[in-house]
């Protein structure tokens, strides 16, 4: 005979602990074989980015130039060629461009990817002179680990029925994947200002239109990676919770179900 209970007038069937394990393993399979693809959205932004090493020298000057006469320099923001610092090996020091906050630092390969330069100056921007900008800045991380956060959470097995009233968990593990992808989107706006802000400061450099068209696909493609790795990470999450909750959430006995009971 099989245990069962009722509620709001339905009978329902609990799951077992077997039925947890199992669940719990399709879901941590299944969410790790959806992240393992996020490489493919970084692929074309780095191919073009290799492909713009022979015209680097196009766009360096230009660069540090800019600088100067965007006034961010005024403002403490400094270049620091990555080419000369040790630790790095060669593909990394020529694919790797970032700005650091805490000492307002542009970390580049100057000799190699100063297309990626005007961007990070971007990043600057963000931080020194909007408060937009510098909001979204501040809720990178936090939004990943939220994200990660929301990971584990979606893994938690559902006991209720589904017409059971909602408390807050309960909620936010329903909508994991989609709370998951709304905390990446600070990264991806912030990163299309960036972006924004990078262009107009490359035109205002004096770029030669060719060059600022293909700055452009450049950092599409850069976008296009963030957007990626923020729809990977919701439908990671959502997968995952979907999982459990076919595994987890008790059995609800139809009609056709009656002659389990007895």
């Known amino acids: 005979m099989v245990n069962s209970y009722y509620y709001n007038g339905n009978q329902y069937i609990p ?4 039925n947890s394990y199992k669940g719990y393993i399709l879901a941590s399979l299944a969410s790790g074989a959806i992240l393992s693809a996020m490489p493919t959205f970084s692929k074309p ?13 196009l766009y360096k000057d230009a660069f540090e130039n800019s600088i100067k006469t965007s006034g961010l320099a ?4 400094s270049i620091v060629p990555a080419q000369y610092l040790g630790g790095m090996s060669d593909e990394v020091c020529g694919l790797n461009a970032y700005y650091q906050p805490s000492t307002k ?27 937009l900008g510098k909001f979204l ?3 990178r991380w936090p939004g990943r680990y939220a994200a990660g956060l929301l990971g584990t959470i979606a893994l ?34 912030e990163e299309g200002m960036a972006s924004y802000k990078g262009i107009k400061l490359a035109k205002a450099s004096g770029l030669t ?34 999982i459990m909750e076919k595994f987890t959430r008790p059995k609800k006995v139809e009609t056709d179900d009656i002659f389990l009971f007895g």
Request: with cysteine; proline share 4%; aromatic share 6%.
């Open 209 to 242: 239109k060719p060059l600022i068209n293909n700055m452009k696909k450049l950092y599409a493609k850069a976008l296009l990676t963030y957007i990626g790795h923020a729809s990977l990470t919701g439908l990671a999450v959502g997968a995952a919770g979907m």
């Open 105 to 131: 630092k542009i970390v580049i390969n100057t000799d190699k990817i100063s297309i990626a330069g005007f961007h990070e100056a971007g990043h600057a921007m963000n931080d020194i002179t909007g408060k």
């Open 45 to 57: 932004f780095s191919k073009q980015l290799v492909k713009e090493h022979n015209q680097n020298h």
């Open 137 to 139: 800045s501040k809720l």
């Open 74 to 77: 005024e403002k403490g923001v």
């Open 15 to 18: 799951r077992d602990s077997n």
């Open 156 to 189: 938690f097995s559902t006991p209720k029925p589904e017409e059971a009233p909602r408390n807050g968990l309960d909620i936010i593990r329903d909508n994991a994947g989609k709370l998951a992808f709304a905390c990446m989107l600070p990264t991806v706006f």
